[in-house]
């Protein structure tokens, strides 16, 4: 099993539809979770971050993250043309050591917001 | 201010060469990293920086050289460079282990 996994897309909405991007993860002890957003040859743009159960709102993004199912979602409401882009979930596991800091990805979602 | 520079933003290197990649950061963060990214993959971490210590090495091969000269900068000596190490590397710095990361705009790095 991957530590960290997205649903497999591409994803594809209608401009001003609510875009569902969803991520799994395999590491009980895991305290902080991020989403970030990569456009094509930039470099990852974050732009949630959680660390309690419950629902976190900043905009039109919303992530929730359930810690007993290890789960972490991303919400986009009224979707825009300018969303479309491959989105990253990242967790943070503890890495050599007992050292946190070791950012692990899923493999993307690509998003595409259609007018 | 959530800016992390990288330098250079492109660079070409033959396979006997030594370069460096440099990274800096005002944001006070005391934790710094690098990954190395291939296109269509997501960020691999190479090196966590922590209070100026090496917390994390991914068991990078040992032509990939960090170094951090003091908590705002951050760099990758490269050396004997093989044509699969070519990609894109990223730094990023965090208040703490535990925070969130955010990524300079990254280095392209080709080797021929």
């Known amino acids: 099993q991957k530590e960290v996994e997205q649903n497999s897309g591409p994803l594809s909405v209608p401009e001003g539809a609510i875009a569902s991007l969803n991520c799994t993860y395999s590491?009980?002890?895991?305290?902080?979770f991020f989403w970030y957003r990569q456009y094509s040859g930039k470099s990852p743009e974050l732009i949630m971050s959680?660390?309690?159960?419950g629902d976190k709102e900043d905009g039109r993004f919303t992530a929730q993250l359930n810690k007993a199912s290890q789960y972490v979602s991303l919400l986009i409401r009224d979707s825009q043309p300018s969303d479309s882009a491959t989105y990253l979930c990242?967790?943070?596991?503890?890495?050599?050591?007992?050292?946190?800091?070791?950012?692990?990805f899923g493999q993307g979602t690509i998003l595409t917001v259609h007018p | 201010d959530t800016e992390v520079t990288q330098t250079p933003k492109h660079l070409v290197m033959g396979m006997t060469n030594k370069k460096s990649l440099k990274c800096e950061q005002h944001?006070?963060?005391?934790?710094m990293y690098w990954y190395k990214q291939k296109a269509k993959k997501p960020p691999e971490l190479m090196f966590v920086?922590?209070?100026?210590?090496?917390?994390i090495n991914e068991s990078v091969p040992s032509r990939f050289s960090p170094e951090c000269p003091n908590s705002s900068l951050l760099n990758l000596h490269l050396h004997a460079l093989q044509p699969e190490d070519s990609a894109l590397y990223l730094c990023?710095?965090?208040?703490?282990?535990?925070?969130?990361?955010?990524f300079g705009p990254g280095t392209r790095l080709t080797v021929t």
């Open positions: 590491d009980r002890v895991s305290q902080s």
């Open positions: 959680i660390y309690s159960n």
């Open positions: 944001m006070g963060h005391r934790a």
């Open positions: 990242a967790v943070n596991i503890k890495g050599g050591g007992t050292s946190y800091g070791k950012l692990t």
């Open positions: 920086y922590s209070y100026e210590k090496l917390s």
């Open positions: 990023a710095s965090s208040q703490d282990l535990l925070y969130e990361q955010y």
